[in-house]
């Protein structure tokens, strides 16, 4: 499975399922793809998640879920992933765009926190489901980048984060 695939996956499952249901809705999908195919997905998911494995996003994610921790990033990520390629790409060039998106002015609004675990399961779902097996051990590697030093703050200071993040620190603080 390549990175387009994956996407595509992704979009499918966001238009029979709708927002709140993507991950679930794409490991049904991903179960009618040939065993080698679900597990090259779990690649490519985790090659996602290296990407998106950056400080300013973790930032965003702070502010938008009221703290973050690494599993919460992680978490934080897999709710990224399940809202499409577009917004994904859109959040890394800028994680302050995020305050455009419907969902991040709800959670504001709301007091809600954004997170998916079940979308880094995706593959690994899917797999067993469709072999009644666990997903192969070495059928994927995590390999994350070193985070921008230039990020490595304390996101509570909210004269930092609102200055690197003006859209979203001034959406959560008027929540």
């Known amino acids: 499975m390549d990175t387009q695939t994956f996407w595509k996956l992704i979009?499918?499952?966001?238009?029979?399922?709708?927002?709140?249901?993507?991950?679930?809705?794409?490991?049904?999908?991903?179960?009618?793809?040939?065993a080698a195919e679900m597990a090259a997905a779990q690649q490519v998911l985790w090659d996602l998640l290296a990407e998106?494995?950056?400080?300013?996003?973790?930032?965003?994610?702070?502010?938008i879920n009221g703290g973050c921790s690494d599993d919460g990033f992680d978490y934080f990520r897999g709710w990224l992933?399940?809202?499409g390629e577009a917004v994904f790409?859109?959040?890394?060039a800028d994680p302050d765009s995020l305050a455009d998106h419907p969902a991040v002015r709800e959670a504001a609004a709301e007091g809600l926190e954004l997170w998916d675990e079940a979308a880094l399961s995706i593959a690994w779902t899917a797999y067993e489901s469709a072999t009644g097996h666990a997903l192969p051990a070495d059928s994927f590697t995590i390999s994350y980048?070193?985070?921008d030093p230039a990020w490595d703050f304390d996101f509570d200071d909210t004269a930092?984060?609102?200055a690197r993040l003006p859209r979203l620190s001034?959406?959560?603080a008027a929540s």
């Open 11 to 34: 979009e499918t499952a966001r238009a029979e399922a709708g927002p709140d249901h993507v991950a679930p809705r794409a490991a049904q999908l991903l179960a009618r793809f040939p």
């Open 52 to 63: 998106s494995y950056r400080g300013p996003l973790w930032a965003a994610a702070y502010v």
């Open 81 to 83: 992933l399940t809202q």
């Open 89 to 92: 790409t859109r959040a890394l």
């Open 145 to 147: 980048p070193p985070l």
């Open 160 to 162: 930092e984060t609102g």
């Open 170 to 172: 001034a959406l959560f």
